[in-house]
């Protein structure tokens, strides 16, 4: 291993990555925005024809957020971090670079299909796995890019121990890898038969096995993307912006180890009172009780960190948005087994709940993480301070207020719908038809159509602020060691 | 304890694959190896049925309706009798979803008529005032997907011994007797249905897709089982 004195780093395809995470951000939230007024107007379903009905764009908005949003995010990240937590740069390895352009411009291609294909209606309707099976194999393309841009990185590396936003970035790869390619074995129908969409395919389990992988997936693409992820982000840029070094490292073996054992026995609360064993649902319910010991452990770390600098979240935006991004985790990761506990989920599944539950993860610990690294990364990328921090603080504020709306209209919407549900009169009659449970909503998602509105007008200030950044703000001489510099 | 892993990321990878291998093989295998088998009884979805499940498919009405009746009276009162296992055993993908906007739709086909699909899919408020479900008009316009769907249930035949052309049961045949079938299947709906475009449609040979997924929603419950 050498050591040169200082590296120049190359942060052009983080750059890249950082216009992608706007852009999809921008397009994911604005579809979902559309799709909460839908229920509450149904008329909204026709602004496009039958490509505009609630049913088609769903998934537009699930597959936008998810690989759109977090996986730019994740991998901006990546292409910035991982330079130098391993003191590598992409100038000294042109092919790195290359691998970094490939993945990102096929990254682009795919995530074009994706919207073409499923505007279309051409999906396997499996959630968040709805691309159809050519576009899995692009998948697997664009991730094993990814994995040699990592491993590749590692291989080079002139730093020995392995930072720990590395861990959890490992973690992400090699468990979608696996858990994707279990859940999108799929037969073509056209290669069996010669006649038909070439399009097609029937999975390749059935029934109640197939409800079984697909949960498998479904909650450990949460696990994975929108934990591990994001976890792997906080690590490195909460402790580098406060300066502070991070609480404990016991803590944080102890958190990352569990997660990755614990999290993957938790898919089997979505099946729970379906028809799956119940022992499966058992373990699914007991192991997401569990789950918070790790899930704490790492908001507890990140929490700590900032011990004896709290004043830290007056003098900065940016880490506003990180402890409250970890709060706002704290928070979903408490919820989150409550609604596991079977007698809760007998209650809570199928409601509105789940949703509210999904989007304070989402909009609070996903979005506002990916946000601070974005903002932490701006300065040191293009030399420049941030542009605005009056915009900073505005669009902090209109977003958690947002996502306030957001979850608690949710909360009492889907805690409605189960108490109707399930509401008998004295003579043991259902006091309610479904239709009133419709009825009575109304309300609740209006607050949160409007409040996924102002999440949406944060995220169009955070856009202007990154564009003015780039293209006015004032020049810096220097890098700053932590505390992005940014204007009044 | 485990800072000689952190070192070495093959050594990292390999140790987190075991980790977090070891759930999947305890949830997973066991089910797997007893493959789902269905309950007695049970046919396997005709083509048109098939037409129209890959419309629900495609229009993406799993987002908002569930077909999963959970063991709750209230929910056995309001849908029918509670879900079993073997009943989605020729379900590829199942289609339980994750969100009740609508009512489950399980057993619809015990309690929903042709006509009632039929004004539900092209005016919902017709039939449901209040309801927030679109309109489909579409889908009295568009052509149903037969050669998909006689693609599909021929896979399902070959590659995964679903019991198609048994005594009795459904029978699928070459591509000519499943066209046959199709068309007398799609006649009997039509006959059952207003609109006189869908009609003269017919007339000319072409099936709609609202016949094959009112199709689809009619199995949706006893008709699906032989007596």
Same mark, same amino acid.
């Given at each position: 291993?050498?050591?040169?004195?200082?590296?120049?780093?190359?942060?052009?395809?983080?750059?890249?990555?950082?216009?992608?995470?706007?852009?999809?951000?921008?397009?994911?939230?604005?579809?979902?925005?559309?799709?909460?007024?839908?229920?509450?107007?149904?008329?909204?379903?026709?602004?496009?024809?039958?490509?505009?009905?609630?049913?088609?764009?769903?998934?537009?908005?699930?597959?936008? @957020?998810?690989?759109?949003?977090?996986?730019?995010?994740?991998?901006?990240?990546?292409?910035?971090?991982?330079?130098?937590?391993?003191?590598?740069?992409?100038?000294?390895?042109?092919?790195?670079?290359? !691998?970094?352009?490939?993945?990102?411009?096929?990254?682009?291609?795919?995530?074009?299909?994706?919207?073409?294909?499923?505007?279309?209606?051409?999906?396997?309707?499996?959630?968040?796995?709805?691309?159809?099976?050519?576009?899995?194999?692009? @998948?697997?393309?664009?991730?094993?890019?990814?994995?040699?841009?990592?491993?590749?990185?590692?291989?080079?590396?002139?730093?020995?121990?392995?930072?720990?936003?590395?861990?959890?970035? !490992?973690?992400?790869?090699?468990?979608?890898?696996?858990?994707?390619?279990?859940?999108?074995?799929?037969?073509?129908?056209?290669?069996?038969?010669?006649?038909?969409?070439?399009?097609?395919?029937?999975?390749?389990?059935?029934?109640?096995?197939?409800?079984?992988?697909?949960?498998?997936?479904?909650?450990?693409?949460?696990?994975?993307?929108?934990?591990?992820?994001?976890?792997?982000?906080?690590?490195?840029?909460?402790?580098?912006?406060?300066?502070?070094?991070?609480?404990?490292?016991?803590?944080?073996?102890?958190?990352?180890?569990?997660?990755?054992? @614990?999290?993957? =026995?938790?898919?089997?609360?979505?099946?729970?009172?379906?028809?799956?064993?119940?022992?499966?649902?058992?373990?699914?319910?007991?192991?997401?009780?569990?789950?918070?010991?790790?899930?704490?452990?790492?908001?507890?770390?990140?929490?700590?960190?900032?011990?004896?600098?709290?004043?830290?979240?007056?003098?900065?935006?940016?880490?506003?948005?990180?402890?409250?991004?970890?709060?706002?985790?704290?928070?979903?990761?408490?919820?989150?087994?409550?609604?596991? !506990?079977?007698?809760?989920?007998?209650?809570?599944?199928?409601?509105? =709940?789940?949703?509210?539950?999904?989007?304070?993860?989402?909009?609070?610990?996903?979005?506002?993480?990916? !946000?601070?690294?974005?903002?932490?990364?701006?300065?040191?990328?293009?030399?420049?301070?941030?542009?605005?921090?009056?915009?900073?603080?505005?669009?902090?504020?209109?977003?958690?207020?947002?996502?306030?709306?957001?979850?608690?209209?949710?909360?009492?919407?889907?805690?409605?719908?189960?108490?109707?549900?399930?509401?008998?009169?004295?003579?043991?009659?259902?006091?309610?038809?479904?239709?009133?449970?419709?009825?009575?909503?109304?309300?609740?998602?209006?607050?949160?159509?409007?409040?996924?509105?102002?999440?949406?007008?944060?995220?169009?200030?955070?856009?202007?602020?990154?564009?003015?950044?780039?293209?006015?703000?004032?020049?810096?001489?220097?890098?700053?060691?932590?505390?992005?510099?940014?204007?009044? | 304890?485990?800072?000689?892993?952190?070192?070495?990321?093959?050594?990292?990878?390999?140790?987190?694959?075991? *980790?977090?291998?070891?759930?999947?093989? *305890?949830?997973?295998?066991?089910?797997?190896?007893?493959?789902?088998?269905?309950?007695?009884?049970?046919?396997?979805?005709?083509?048109?049925?098939?037409?129209?499940?890959?419309?629900?498919?495609?229009?993406?009405?799993?987002?908002?309706?569930?077909?999963?009746?959970?063991?709750?009276?209230?929910?056995?009162?309001?849908?029918?009798?509670?879900?079993?296992? %073997?009943?989605?055993?020729?379900?590829?993908?199942?289609?339980?979803?994750?969100?009740?906007?609508?009512?489950?739709?399980?057993?619809?086909?015990?309690?929903?008529?042709?006509?009632?699909?039929?004004?539900?899919?092209?005016?919902?408020?017709?039939? *449901?005032?209040?309801?927030?479900?679109?309109?489909?008009?579409?889908?009295?316009? /568009?052509?149903?997907?037969?050669?998909?769907?006689?693609?599909?249930?021929?896979?399902?035949?070959?590659?995964?011994?679903?019991?198609?052309?048994?005594?009795?049961? *459904?029978?699928?045949?070459?591509?000519?007797?499943?066209?046959?079938?199709?068309?007398?299947?799609?006649?009997?709906?039509?006959?059952?249905?207003?609109?006189?475009?869908?009609?003269?449609?017919?007339? /000319?040979?072409?099936?709609?897709?609202?016949?094959?997924?009112?199709?689809?929603?009619?199995?949706? %419950?006893?008709?699906?089982?032989?007596?």
């Amino acid at each position: 291993m050498r050591n040169d004195a200082t590296l120049e780093y190359d942060y052009s395809i983080a750059k890249l990555f950082l216009y992608s995470t706007m852009a999809f951000g921008f397009i994911g939230m604005l579809i979902g925005v559309v799709l909460a007024f839908q229920l509450a107007f149904p008329d909204l379903n026709y602004i496009a024809g039958e490509y505009s009905i609630f049913g088609r764009l769903r998934p537009l908005h699930t597959n936008g @957020v998810i690989y759109g949003f977090t996986l730019s995010g994740i991998w901006a990240a990546w292409y910035y971090l991982g330079q130098r937590v391993l003191k590598i740069t992409y100038y000294q390895h042109p092919f790195l670079k290359f !691998i970094g352009y490939l993945h990102f411009w096929l990254y682009i291609v795919l995530l074009v299909l994706a919207v073409v294909s499923l505007f279309a209606g051409l999906t396997q309707s499996k959630e968040y796995a709805e691309l159809i099976w050519p576009l899995d194999l692009l @998948v697997v393309v664009v991730w094993v890019l990814w994995g040699i841009s990592m491993f590749g990185s590692m291989g080079v590396r002139r730093e020995k121990t392995i930072y720990i936003s590395l861990w959890y970035f !490992i973690a992400t790869f090699t468990a979608i890898a696996v858990l994707y390619i279990f859940n999108n074995l799929a037969i073509p129908t056209y290669l069996v038969s010669g006649v038909g969409s070439i399009w097609h395919s029937i999975s390749m389990f059935s029934g109640s096995n197939d409800a079984m992988i697909q949960w498998w997936w479904g909650h450990n693409a949460v696990a994975f993307v929108f934990t591990s992820g994001i976890i792997g982000i906080i690590y490195y840029f909460l402790p580098k912006e406060s300066g502070q070094p991070i609480f404990s490292y016991k803590l944080t073996l102890f958190s990352f180890w569990s997660l990755m054992f @614990v999290y993957i =026995w938790a898919g089997g609360h979505h099946v729970i009172y379906s028809t799956v064993p119940d022992w499966v649902q058992t373990l699914g319910s007991v192991f997401s009780v569990i789950l918070i010991l790790p899930s704490w452990g790492t908001a507890i770390n990140m929490l700590l960190t900032m011990r004896g600098q709290w004043h830290q979240l007056k003098e900065s935006p940016l880490i506003k948005f990180l402890v409250l991004a970890s709060t706002f985790y704290m928070l979903a990761t408490l919820e989150g087994p409550i609604q596991a !506990i079977k007698s809760v989920n007998a209650l809570a599944h199928f409601t509105d =709940w789940i949703i509210g539950h999904v989007h304070d993860g989402v909009l609070g610990w996903v979005g506002f993480t990916i !946000i601070a690294a974005c903002y932490h990364m701006l300065p040191r990328m293009y030399k420049r301070e941030i542009y605005s921090r009056k915009i900073m603080d505005i669009q902090f504020w209109i977003m958690t207020i947002g996502i306030v709306l957001y979850f608690s209209s949710m909360w009492i919407s889907g805690i409605t719908q189960g108490m109707m549900w399930r509401d008998v009169d004295q003579y043991g009659n259902l006091t309610y038809q479904f239709i009133d449970t419709v009825r009575v909503l109304f309300p609740y998602y209006v607050i949160r159509g409007i409040g996924g509105l102002m999440y949406l007008i944060g995220f169009i200030l955070f856009i202007y602020n990154v564009v003015m950044t780039i293209t006015a703000a004032k020049e810096l001489e220097r890098e700053s060691n932590y505390a992005s510099p940014m204007a009044a | 304890m485990f800072s000689w892993l952190e070192k070495n990321p093959f050594f990292f990878t390999v140790a987190f694959l075991v *980790v977090f291998s070891i759930a999947g093989l *305890v949830e997973l295998l066991p089910d797997f190896i007893k493959s789902s088998r269905p309950i007695e009884g049970l046919r396997p979805y005709t083509v048109l049925e098939t037409a129209g499940r890959q419309i629900y498919i495609n229009e993406g009405c799993y987002n908002c309706h569930s077909q999963l009746i959970r063991p709750f009276q209230a929910e056995t009162d309001r849908y029918g009798a509670y879900s079993l296992s %073997g009943e989605y055993a020729y379900d590829r993908p199942f289609l339980w979803g994750s969100k009740r906007t609508g009512p489950d739709l399980h057993r619809v086909g015990d309690s929903r008529t042709t006509d009632w699909h039929e004004n539900h899919m092209w005016e919902p408020t017709s039939v *449901v005032p209040d309801s927030i479900m679109p309109a489909y008009h579409h889908l009295f316009k /568009k052509d149903a997907d037969f050669d998909t769907a006689y693609a599909e249930a021929y896979t399902q035949k070959v590659v995964f011994g679903v019991p198609y052309d048994t005594q009795g049961g *459904v029978s699928l045949g070459n591509i000519e007797d499943a066209k046959k079938a199709y068309m007398q299947e799609a006649g009997e709906i039509v006959n059952n249905m207003k609109n006189q475009k869908i009609k003269d449609a017919f007339e /000319k040979g072409e099936v709609k897709e609202i016949v094959a997924l009112i199709a689809y929603l009619n199995s949706l %419950g006893q008709s699906r089982m032989t007596k």
